[in-house]
């Protein structure tokens, strides 16, 4: 690995700059720089360990910053740092103004966000208002305060159904599995009041229609907005606000199908996702982003199926933009796949705001996996993959497909990390190392997610493959697979072959070609199992999912391609082509 005690960190230079991130960030406007920005999801547990504890944080951060640098991109989106006790990975947080110790200390965040900056790299966080710790101060008032006290208003509390309130005030479900209430013991003993809790059970809900929440989190805007952070990605931005009443959800909801998934009950009834008054709560967050001279941006994790529905969150006096997440379900399949960017590109641009592309993230099967299978329904968790046949192989040469067509669409786009390494999904991790909330709530019925959160292999090649420095004495929170070697940062820099170089040309070209990024696509006709598009004067990408090879443009010259062409030049099927026309 890239060898440093803690504080040492070999981070690049003006002069390692890129010339062409040099010369675009002269001319480019500062302020629409997310329209197009190409961010780096840096899952900051699994991303790089600098104090040798098994688990990531700012120091392992700060130095790789130099490798996002070269990989290419244009500003990091770092999962939640606060302090937490991690019942959910650090989506229960316990302070939002501060930093959790294990991953650092508020000093060392901001001499990221001062050497990230200096790079020409921006920084987004990640805001979690839909629910808090259940080590919270506010919530371990609330419920040492007892029934009936403003302490308890900040969350949801109700009384039990049945004669004894033993039953849930409703029929609510965790997305984690099981109910979504739970019922506490009061301070003198007795069984009290239940409080909701969409997701584990050390993360309550917060009440937003209490006006103390809607100050606090404004209140934690701004102060990490003050601190030069550039923006914020919202957890479950399609949360937040509860029908009045909390009816029950007037439609099967109970099967294990559905309660594993996020949000995507028809919009219309729900009495808990994507409720129309959540958008007040948006447009006062835009009026304080827009407050920094250098405007800051918001990005939406909203699990709402309907692109129409999606828009909404990014009306252009609300949200930046929003993870698309129905590119993301979308099998590889080439009518899927060009009727859910036609979709998305139309109603996102009825609105005036700019797509994002995504592939995988720490909640989903990673998409070398999910290519590996049969193609014929979208899934997206590694419970959808298992006991299906996998061919990684081919996972891969899609997933090399994928990221041109993905980069060479308007918009912006989202990597998440080892997505650039070719990493599969780790589905056999040993029951006893997992982590995630969803297997103990499932009845350990339901893997979870950990097997997209492996630590990062950076170089070497024996685990902890660089992910901590030599001589750790911890090993990874999670364990790595023995067979990564090949896969390292370090094994791939140099092999022009290798998913990492991949994505670095397509990266570099993507800067440098102004028909990327922001703006329009005109779609070519191709055989069935194909689809195309161009921008500007003469940027064609073509991408054959499953059609017999195709032609090129003729006197198209080969910008790059996923795969070798064949030996007449025709780009074959599970392969994509970028070329000058
Ligand atoms: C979405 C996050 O991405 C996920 O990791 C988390 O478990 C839930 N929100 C709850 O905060």
Known sequence: MQEQSPGEHSVCSQDDIPEVRRTLSLISDPGDWWRSAVIYQVYI????????????????????????????????????????????????????????????????????????????????????????????????????AGHGSPERERYVFRPGRGEDGSEPPNGWRSVFGGTAWHRITESDGSLGEWYLHLFAREQPDLNWEHPDVRADFEHSLRFWFDRGVDGFRID??????????????????????????????????????????????????????????????????????????????????ELHTAFNFTYLRSPWLADHLQNTVAE???????????PTW??????????????ARPQKKPGRSLMDLLGQPADLEVGRRRARAAVLLTLGLPGGAYIYQGE??????????????????????????????????????????????GFSPDGSKAAPWLPQPADWAGLTAEAQTGDPLSMLELYREALRIRRADSSLGDGDLAWLDLPEGALGFQRGADFVCLVNVSADPIDLPDAAVVLLSSTELTADGRLPADASVWCSV
């Open 344 to 354: 998305t590109l139309a109603e996102h641009s009825a609105v005036g705001a700019p």
């Open 358 to 371: 995504v592939l995988s993230n720490h909640d989903v099967a990673r998409h070398v996996s999910r290519y």
């Open 236 to 317: 479950v931005a399609n949360s937040l606000i509860k029908q009045s009443g909390l009816p029950d959800v007037e439609w099967p909801q109970a099967s294990v199908e559905f309660d594993q998934e996020f949000a995507r009950a028809p919009w219309q009834a729900h009495p808990h996702w994507d409720r129309d008054e959540v958008h007040e709560i948006y447009r006062d967050w835009r009026r304080i982003a827009d407050s920094y001279a250098d405007p800051r941006v918001f990005v939406a994790e909203a699990w709402v199926d309907e692109p129409a529905r999606l828009a909404r969150y990014i009306r252009p006096d």
């Open 45 to 144: 547990r699994s991303f790089c360990d600098g104090n040798g504890d098994g688990l990531g944080d700012i120091a392992g951060i700060r130095s790789r910053l130099s490798y996002l640098c070269e990989l290419g991109v244009d500003a990091l989106w770092i999962n939640p740092w606060y302090p937490s006790p991690m019942a959910d990975a650090g989506y229960d947080v316990t302070d939002y103004r501060d930093v959790e110790p294990r991953f650092g200390t508020l000093d060392e965040a901001e001499a990221l966000l001062g050497e990230a900056h200096a790079l020409g790299l921006r920084v987004i966080l990640d805001i979690v208002p839909n629910h808090t710790s259940d080590q919270h101060p506010w919530f371990r008032a609330a419920v040492a």
């Open 420 to 465: 650039e390494l070719g990493l599969a999904e780790v589905e056999d991790l040993p029951e006893g190392a997992l982590r995630d909330p969803t297997w103990e709530r499932s009845g350990q019925t339901d893997r979870g997610r950990d097997g997209c959160r492996v630590p990062i292999p950076w170089s070497g090649t024996d685990p902890p493959y």
